[in-house]
Every structure is written in C-alpha cells, then in structure tokens.
C-alpha cells in the first residue's frame, strides 16, 4: 500500500459547485430586487405623509397658541435661504407666523418657525385629484381653523404600483391620513 492512498480524501466543493451555487444566488438577488424596491418605495410614502402631516398640525398648534394667523406653505428655503412662497411641497415647505395682526401674511416679513426639506427624488406631492403638483398655501387662524379644505397626495416615482398617501384637511383645520384612491397622474 502506497503513503498516498493511506491519507484521507479531502472533502470540499468542486469549482462547478461553487459556481452553480453563485448562479443561483445571483438569480434569487436579481428576483427579490424589485421586490425590495416596493417595499422601499411603500416605507418612503408613508414616511414623507405623515412628516406633512406632521407640519400641518404643528402649524395649526402654533396658530392656536400665538393667537395669531399661521401659515404652511411651499418653499426653497431649505436650498435657497430666502424665505418666501415659492414652488410646490416636493421641494420643500415653511411654516411662518404673521406676527403684525393688521396686515397681511407675508412670509419675507413674518417669523419662520420652522422649515422642512422636500421630499426625496422622483417622489412628488400632487393635488387632491392627483392633477397637479399642491402648491397653494394652507393658512390656520388663531381658532385653528383652516380657509378651505385641501388635499395633498404624497406620490412614488412614475412607474411605481404603490398606491399615494393623501393628507387632507378639513375647513375646521383638523388633518388625517388616508390612502389615496386618486392616481398621481402625470407623476
């Protein structure tokens, strides 16, 4: 009996083994990425809904607290340091306090309580029948009533089968969340 034979055999894995083992890795990734994708997408809505949401009722609070006119509006502030009404709520929104109860609200002169960034790329914040991208200013009166109703649609990316987020908002300033049934058209 020869030396080698009385060595044991080495047990390992041949390179076909590890290669189809690598196939079928690369091929369950590639299956669950998209997967992956919706539920990031799912997550991301839900986030940036209730952040608005979130705004809305600060701003109705600081309304009914200062006693004095409070105003949520789309804004650049977050990029561009200037503080005005400008845009829609994708690129980012204020919330500012009229501070001068006789004249009207002007965000370049009143008190910037706070400001929010925009929501991430490829989302988008639509009107309520998913039209148009919101940009019209939600004001609180010193009661915490709203001027009108409104709903804002908070949209994924074109091409995404995730149903949008609506904040709505009562005329009496009250805001929920509710899953939209509107599409984001044009989104």
């Known amino acids: ?75 650049l502030i977050a990029h561009s340091g200037e503080a005005s009404c400008a845009g829609d709520y994708a690129q980012g929104w204020m919330i500012f306090a009229n501070v001068d109860r006789d004249r009207s609200v002007d965000a370049g002169s009143d008190e910037v309580l706070h400001i929010f960034s925009g929501v991430p790329h490829g989302f988008s914040v639509r009107n309520g029948a998913g039209t148009g991208y919101a940009e019209r200013a939600i004001n609180f009166l010193p009661d915490g009533t709203s001027r009108s109703n409104q709903t804002l649609m908070v949209c994924p990316p074109a091409g995404s089968a995730i149903a949008p987020r609506a904040v709505v908002i009562n005329i009496a300033g009250r805001a929920r969340l509710h899953e939209g049934d509107a599409p984001c058209a044009g989104a």
Do not use: K, Q, W, Y
């Open 1 to 75: 009996m020869d030396r080698m034979s009385a060595l044991p055999r080495s047990r390992g894995f041949t390179l076909i083994e590890l290669l189809v083992v690598m196939l079928i890795a690369a091929l369950s990734l590639a299956a669950a990425a998209p997967l992956m994708t919706s539920v990031l997408h799912r997550v991301r809505v839900g986030v940036e809904s209730t952040r608005l949401l979130s705004a809305i009722n600060l701003a109705r609070s600081e309304a009914v607290l200062r006693s004095v006119p409070v105003t949520l509006c789309p804004s």
